[in-house]
């Protein structure tokens, strides 16, 4: 929506190389945007753009004798040979969807108990909210104290109330780790879907709740077809957020494990990480990035049209 | 009635505590002595705290304060310009239209589609060509790109709610474009500015992705690079030390984090439920 205003009223203006106003508020309007979409350019688009071309050839800096040679889909091809890229992309996938779908569903729990009173409620608001403050180097260096195997107060606990008979290496055998690297991903993430939901609360129709109780509807049933059909939008948007991001999160889990022990939490972002960082394969780890780019964006597209969809019919 | 206030307040009670114990456990194991922290406490006993832990973080020279300094230095220069730029972009695809704005307006948020990690190299390769490798300035360049799509879009939801005819009335009474944007819009958009800028300063206080590719010299190291090396220098963690650092580093972004929670809250309502 642009201010429009008629031009007679701005004689100042009329100096301007552009007469027309609705001009000059494009201009402007461009002009402000002009920062964001410069280091959107350099930053980002440009970035996008040579990883892409590099994708498509064999770039070794081990070997820089021999150039960057055009290899076409070959680093693709050699990447969907590996046999660790599959087991690769199901980590990620199975890591982001449950820790998304799990953050919804207790962060929603937590936001409607916090949106009713009750004594320290904001005290409890706070603490819930903490865990985003939280260094995400600090909150890996935690968690691996509270799962340490020998002294975690974890196993201490669980010890404790008997239900297990030894310690367990949480984030040291294949069989835990990515279960426990979830649960650090739910407690890091989960506070900007309890603000979300939080703030969305604060947003639902007052006279629906009141009609709904007139109408003698039940809590149970009050939520189930007054508040979440108002939600609806904004948990999609809340998903599908939580997902790309832990998805393309590289810190947390390499923090924790690395990506280990064997391959059990191995993501694409570490997998690209050390496919650049450490065997300096960077036509490969460009093909995996690409890959990694294309998936999340026909998910996403693909979630959203069925979102709208929904939505506008 | 009762009953369900008592409910409320046992759930709100097991929530509490599960959130706060990894901080609550942070910040005890930094005040215990090795021989205390390998009994796994989960209530000290009061005449084993000490602060042998933070004396000692600094003293054996493992970690140097710089990198707070640096973390700071790096998260405000960040926050100063990438809430600018959000602010300028943000309230240009409210109120005018150019070419293209429709689809930045809709799509800002698909910019996260885009994972940071194909972004690395890339602007790894870009920072030595510009001899601006090991710099905090190309980690503050880095982090501006990682947050203003985010800030946009939040400030974006903000600025829509604020009626258009409070821009066209200061217009009619003679202020510029400009004076509309800083005199009328931005005041009453503080909630706004403060979420973005929080959430612009905690991103670059805690990456540590590009911090540990684009870094190579301790002087330049930001608090999670220095932190992870802390920890990595001993073929075990000590605990202690790590957890003192470690709190260090955390206390100021909680401090940060609960004065502004208020404004962050108010900020996410308008900006993204609305939106």
Redesign the interface.
Known sequence: ???R?PAR?WPRSRLSWLSSDRGR??????A??T???V??L???A???A??IV?SFSRKDLTQPELGTPFVGLGNYAQLLSLSTFWPTVINSVVLAASSAVAQIVLGFG?AL?LN?A????M?????????????????A??????FDAS???I???LEGLGLVSQPIAWLGSPSTALLTVITVHI?KGIPFVI??F???L??LSKELHDAAQVDGAGYWQELRHVTLPQLRY?IA?ALI?RF??T??W??LT??LTGGGPGDSTMT??IQ??IT??RTFQ?GL??AY??M??LV??TM?VTFLWLVTREKYQ | MNARVGARTVLATAIFFVAIMPVYQMILISFLPQRAILGSPLVPNLGDLTLQNYLRTFSNGVISPTIYLNSAIVGLVTMVIGTSISVLAGYSLTRYHFFGSRLADRFILLAYVVPPILLVVPIYVTMVNWHLEDTLLSLVLSYTILTIPFGIWLLRGFFRDIPIDLDEAARVDGASRVEVLLRIVLPISLPGLAAVAVFVFMESWNEFLFASVLISSKANQTFPIGLYSVAGTYGDIRWGETMAAATIGAVPVFVLFLIFQRWLVAGLTSGAVKG
Do not use: H, K
Request: overall charge positive; aromatic content about 18%; hydrophobic content about 65%.
């Open positions: 929506m642009s201010v205003l009223r508020d494009s201009l402007f309007g461009l402000l945007f920062p964001a979409l280091v959107f350099v930053f980002a440009r970035p996008v040579e990883t590099t937590v108990l009713q009750f004594r320290f409620r005290l409890v608001r706070a603490s819930v909210l903490l865990p985003w403050a939280m260094p995400t180097v600090v909150a260096f935690v968690f691996r104290w509270l002294f975690g107060p196993n201490a606990i407690w603000l979300v939080l703030a969305a604060q947003t904004i948007i957020l790309i991001w998805f393309n590289f810190d390499y923090l694409l972002p690209v990480y650049a960082f960077l780890s460009s990035a690409t990694i780019a999340l964006m996403t």
